[in-house]
């Protein structure tokens, strides 16, 4: 059985080496170097097994962890330079199945690897399915909303604009990274009507005041984001 395994760290070095070593045990392998393009691959790939370092440029590894786990059974292996007791502790109870200290051999990564994938890897790669939050219901495969039982019937647009959210929660997201994320690279902040105008109707929809929102709430002069 082949296996896939994603590996985020910010270190390109550290990267290359582990793609380079995965991959000639063969392993299908997928790179990340921010917490946001690992969650973006783990919701497009099937994915058995997760080499995660803690030290990242747009998210706390730890927190990470627990975004993860909150869809994915995937197996997890934290990867760090913080040898403490307290964040070997932390890091298992955030999700991780194994916690693997830098600088560490590839000999020894390799069957921890295997090990975890010996425990993990009998399970079908996990893609997510539903994602919960507060009172909303997100079913990604058939990608309905419901709030409290009750769907709600949002637009194409809408729900793209809602998973942006939903998958970066606690994360100030601009402007001008949702316009380009959730209608294309070619939208900047000429089109910023647009976006008053969607998260509007979407907070109609989603609210049970609009005028003071919870799930999406404004920065002003930063952007949007929506609780942990």
């Not at 896939?4 to 000639?24: F, K």
């Not at 909150?70 to 330079?81: K, M, P, Q």
Request: proline fraction near 5%; aromatic fraction near 8%.
């Amino acid at each position: 059985m082949s296996y896939s395994i994603l590996v985020v760290d910010s270190e390109l070095p550290y990267l290359d080496l582990l793609e380079a070593n995965l991959r000639a045990e063969g392993y299908e392998v997928f790179t990340a170097q921010s917490g946001e393009e690992a969650l973006k691959i783990l919701h497009e790939h099937p994915v058995h097994l997760v080499l995660l370092d803690i030290l990242l440029p747009d998210e706390d590894g730890f927190t990470l962890c627990r975004r993860i786990r909150s869809f994915s059974d995937a197996g997890l292996i934290i990867l760090t330079t913080q040898n403490r007791e307290e964040d070997r502790v932390r890091g298992l109870n955030a999700g991780a199945d194994d916690y693997v200290v830098k600088p560490f051999s590839i000999i020894e990564l390799l069957a921890r690897i295997r090990a975890v994938l010996r425990r993990t890897g009998s399970r079908q790669p996990s893609m997510p399915s539903v994602i919960e939050y507060n009172d909303l219901k997100i079913d990604l495969g058939r990608a309905e909303v419901s709030k409290r039982g009750v769907p709600i019937s949002l637009s194409a647009t809408e729900y793209r604009l809602l998973l942006q959210f939903v998958l970066h929660r606690g994360k100030v997201l601009s402007g001008t990274w949702l316009l380009q994320n959730v209608w294309g690279a070619d939208y900047d902040d000429q089109e910023r009507e647009l976006l008053w105008v969607t998260i509007a109707r979407l907070r109609q929809k989603l609210e049970d005041d609009p005028r003071h929102p919870r799930y999406i709430l404004t920065r002003p002069g930063e952007g949007y984001w929506m609780p942990v």
